[in-house]
């Protein structure tokens, strides 16, 4: 009797504890990974009791929604998710603690056309230059894919440069309303809007391979919990997942 009064009291001082710890966390993540979190964050709240107060923005750029101009304006945050250069900016620039950072995924990037159009041969670096220098009008993003395919992979199919940097919005939702013939951005943010055909990921020795990672700022609120988070995001266990919505896993 002594024992199981003795098993109850330590079952309800653990429940007694757990509850004291549920924390409620404020994460900003950008396009990239917001599929893939989107999939994992639920399974983590309730792994952990923890509830997760989510808002999404770019990862540099001049729209208010972008992270760091969040954060420039005060806004709070327990976790960041971005691409990792980005996050680099921020822990050099003291934002971020330098020691939180973990590496979560790589982005690949991917065409798409509008849904009912004939999906075109990519494959090559020739076929990629045929499909964008015929296009009428071509999407890519206001992040680091658009930057890229702004300044380098133009130059490097040996084409000038063409098309409009959407900002805020996916790329794919203005192909879907037939605004652009063709989208590239990164394949993860690709996916998930209806009205399109996805293509595939342009060739790889013209591919940008966008390292997504997430950290936690100096003033985050609850840095534990943090930390938690950003363990299992990264885990072994959270990859089919993160796999599922275009993603690929770090290699390590």
Request: hydrophobic share 45%; charged share 20%.
């Given at each position: ?150 300044k ?8 000038p ?18 605004d ?17 055909t ?31 988070l ?23």
């Amino acid at each position: 009797m002594q024992s199981l009064f003795k098993t109850l009291t330590a079952l309800t001082l653990g429940a007694l504890a757990l509850t004291a710890q549920a924390e409620e966390l404020n994460v900003m993540t950008s396009g990239g990974f917001t599929a893939a979190y989107k999939l994992l964050g639920p399974h983590y709240a309730k792994q952990s009791g923890d509830s997760l107060d989510t808002v999404l923005g770019p990862s540099m750029g001049k729209a208010p929604e972008a992270i760091p101009n969040r954060l420039a304006r005060g806004e709070h945050a327990d976790v960041v998710i971005m691409v990792g250069y980005a996050l680099d900016e921020l822990i050099k620039q003291g934002k971020v603690d330098k020691a939180s950072r973990v590496e979560l995924a790589d982005s690949r990037i991917g065409l798409v056309v509008k849904e009912g159009a004939a999906k075109p041969a990519i494959g090559t670096d020739a076929e990629l230059k045929a499909v964008l220098s015929k296009a009428r009008s071509i999407a890519y993003s206001d992040s680091a894919s658009g930057v890229y395919v702004e300044k380098e992979l133009f130059k490097k199919l040996g084409m000038p440069a063409k098309g409009d940097m959407i900002e805020r919005i996916p790329v794919a939702s203005v192909v879907a309303k037939g605004d652009y013939e063709v989208g590239l951005q990164q394949v993860a943010e690709l996916l998930p809007v209806p009205g399109v055909t996805y293509v595939g990921k342009i060739p790889e020795d013209v591919q940008s391979v966008t390292r997504f990672a997430a950290g936690i700022p100096v003033n985050a609120e609850h840095p534990q919990a943090a930390k938690a988070l950003l363990k299992y995001l990264a885990s072994p266990e959270a990859q089919p997942l993160v796999q599922s919505t275009g993603l690929d896993s770090v290699s390590r």
